[in-house]
């Protein structure tokens, strides 16, 4: 089961990205057990969570994006997706899915970096 992240890319402040992730190899079931979530890892830091969502579409989110970004799934697809609006530069990092438990092996992320 591997995570295959994409949509990433470099806005100035104030723009928008959405970066999607595609959970290859997993079946639907599998998929639709799980909450979902969005970490970032930023150069020299921690990687951090950003958002959840559970396969009801309950969501959870990290304080320094509330109001700003947007979690969502497509379970028959078994894909997430993370509307980024308002981007500020600290939101600059590599953007990684997984389980909330973290248990998938890591994809390869993508790249938000945000200038200004």
């Known amino acids: 089961v591997q995570p295959v992240e994409s949509g990433g890319g470099l806005v100035q402040a104030g723009g928008s990205l959405r970066v999607s992730c595609k959970v290859n190899?997993?079946?639907?079931?599998?998929?639709?057990?799980?909450?979902m979530a969005w970490y970032r890892q930023a150069p020299g830091k921690q990687r951090e969570l950003v958002a959840s969502?559970?396969?009801?579409?309950?969501?959870n989110y990290a304080d320094s994006v509330k109001g700003r970004f947007t979690i969502s799934r497509d379970n028959a697809n078994k894909k997430i997706h993370l509307q980024m609006n308002s981007l500020k530069p600290e939101d600059t990092g590599v953007y990684y899915c997984n389980a909330d438990t973290r248990e998938l092996a890591w994809g390869q992320g993508t790249q938000v970096t945000v200038t200004g």
């Open positions: 190899g997993a079946i639907t079931s599998f998929f639709n057990s799980k909450v």
């Open positions: 969502i559970t396969r009801l579409s309950s969501t």
